[in-house]
Nanobody
Framework: QVQLVESGGGAVQPGGSLRLSCVAS????????IGWFRQAPGKEREGVSC????????DYGDSVKGRFTISRDSTHNTAYLQMNNLKPEDTAVYYC???????????WGQGTQVTVSS
């Protein structure tokens, strides 16, 4: 049974940092591309990042390039999203999911709330 469990969200001031974690079970993260998307109230889902399973390359949405970094820890079957220099517009529920691109996600978890506010 494929399961993804996100954690690490919270409230932070603009300019702050958070690291989101995504623990996978039922499959090996190494074998699949893994990524993050976010959903803010009243807005469309936005792809944040997608990390390839083949060559380790990562794609990022334009709004987070240079600020967010995705990574994978094979030992713990966990993916991470390091978020730096957070902005109020980053406020959303963040979901970890298998991905094919920034526009294609499947099998996401329950999500973790990120709130950026002064």
């Amino acid at each position: 049974q494929v399961q993804l469990v996100e954690s690490g969200g919270g409230a932070v001031q603009p300019g702050g940092s958070l690291r989101l974690s995504c623990v996978a079970s039922g499959f090996l993260l190494d074998a699949f591309a893994i990524g993050w998307f976010r959903q803010a109230p009243g807005k469309e889902r936005e792809g944040v990042s997608c990390l390839s399973a083949h060559d380790g390359s990562a794609d990022y949405g334009d709004s987070v390039k240079g600020r967010f970094t995705i990574s994978r820890d094979s030992t713990h079957n966990t993916a991470y999203l390091q978020m730096n220099n957070l902005k109020p517009e980053d406020t959303a529920v963040y979901y970890c999911a298998r991905c094919r691109s920034l526009f294609s996600f499947t099998s996401w978890g329950q999500g973790t709330q990120v709130t950026v506010s002064s």
